[in-house]
Antibody, heavy 117, light 109 residues
Framework: QVQLVQSGTEVKKPGASVKVSCNVS????????IGWVRQAPGQGLEWIGW????????NYAQKFQDRVTVSIDTPTSTAYMELRSLRSDDTAIYYC??????????WGQGTMVTVSS | QTVVTQEPSLTVSPGGTVTLTCASS?????????PNWFQQKPGQAPRTLIY???NKHSWTPARFSGSLLGDKAALTLSGVQSEDEAEYYC?????????FGGGTKLTVL
């Protein structure tokens, strides 16, 4: 079955960068896009961006456009989300999920990112 | 700034039926917005229930259904069970950018 396994907890200082990984299995990597979502403590879900491993297309929420990069490593079936210039309000759980042809599917377990001085 | 609006909270009795809605600040929700619905329980990752208005994944219980209701997307739970107590989120697409609703906290009481 489709599985998405994310990297572990991160603690970063303000101004630093974080790179979260999402390793997928159970399907041909290029078949589905990968979406990225975050959830601040006690808050709702927020869409960050998306990438298509098949052709490298990317799309970002305007809010994150200048600070985020989503990328892929096809040989390892891994997607990455890098967020730069971290602030305390970037403290959140970051999720990856399959997103293909407007269909959201399976989700990763989430990666907690804490930004604190 | 596009806003997607859901009921903040709803309460339903076990065995009952409840409908959650998802409205867009831009007007009527249509199939062009490709509504998806998610369930999230405390401490867990979200789980996708419905895609493209009314399509279910293999893991989606039969008691969940999606539709368009008036000018909104809707998620209906029929024969609610205690395990359905959770937060529910809708998601709509606007020209390539997805926007989540604020979520509905469903209490089964």
């Amino acid at each position: 079955q489709v599985q998405l396994v994310q990297s572990g907890t991160e603690v970063k200082k303000p101004g630093a960068s974080v790179k979260v990984s999402c390793n997928v299995s159970g399907y041909t990597f290029g078949r589905y896009g990968i979406g990225w979502v975050r959830q601040a403590p006690g808050q709702g879900l927020e869409w960050i961006g998306w990438t298509n491993p098949y052709n490298g297309d990317r799309n970002y929420a305007q809010k994150f456009q200048d600070r985020v990069t989503v990328s892929i490593d096809t040989p390892t079936s891994t997607a990455y989300m890098e967020l730069r210039s971290l602030r305390s309000d970037d403290t959140a759980i970051y999720y990856c999920a399959t997103d293909y042809d407007f269909v959201w599917g399976s989700w990763g377990q989430g990666t907690m990112v804490t930004v604190s001085s | 700034q596009t806003v997607v609006t859901q009921e903040p909270s709803l309460t339903v009795s076990p065995g009952g039926t409840v409908t959650l809605t998802c409205a867009s600040s831009t007007g009527a929700v249509t199939n062009d917005y490709h509504p998806n619905w998610f369930q999230q329980k405390p401490g867990q990752a979200p789980r996708t229930l419905i895609y493209n208005i009314n399509n279910k994944h293999s893991w989606t219980p039969a008691r969940f259904s999606g539709s368009l209701l008036g000018d909104k997307a809707a998620l209906t739970l029929s024969g609610v069970q205690s395990e359905d107590e959770a937060e529910y989120y809708c998601l709509l697409i606007y020209g390539g950018a997805w926007v989540f609703g604020g979520g509905t906290k469903l209490t089964v009481l």
